[in-house]
């Protein structure tokens, strides 16, 4: 696998769904999702990061916060190329467990230089929280910003974006709800 040096980790949501941070919900034989985020990723990439409003975190990991007031995906994008002198980071949502080295590569294959970004889309459609970003579109994320548009989608939109399709929903499962995440658990035991 072609290494790419840096991932980070995005879990600075309100998990207003869940009821709770999902972030510090506990996962497999991991204390929480984002440790075993963490630790998966690490066997890929040389630099993991934790894109967070603040260090909530009682483990060894280190946080990028946002440097905006708002709580976006985008405001992280952008605090991540703020902070990183990286030309491109891999980015997963702190929710997408079953997103797996196969995953990662085939996106890695599928890389190349002329895209902002390249991104993961499944049959239940685009999955932004899934991908490799790219220096080049911080000015149109700038520009989304100043707008008050939010929405990664219309950012890739914008973008020139590589979309790389897989056949499955499964892997991209977000754990939104109660529900979703006592099923995963289940499905992690079974895996």
Known sequence: MKKITYAV???????????EDKALLPFA????????????L????DEVYISAKENKFDFDCR???????????????ISVFETLQAEEIFILSVDAPFVGKEIIEKLLEQNESQFDAIVAQSPSGLQPLCGF???SILPLAYIQLE???????????????????????????????PEEYQEALKRFENH
């Open 9 to 19: 980790i995005f879990a600075g949501g309100k998990s207003s769904r869940m009821g």
């Open 29 to 40: 034989n991991y204390p929480t999702l984002t440790k075993f985020q963490l630790d998966k």
């Open 42 to 45: 690490r066997t890929l990439f």
């Open 63 to 77: 946080v990028i916060q946002d440097n905006y007031l708002e709580n976006s995906p985008l405001v992280g994008l």
């Open 133 to 135: 970003y790219k220096r």
């Open 147 to 177: 707008k008050g548009n939010h929405r990664l989608g219309d950012l890739l939109r914008l973008a020139n974006t590589r979309l790389v399709a897989f056949d499955e929903d499964g892997p991209f499962t977000n754990l939104n709800h």
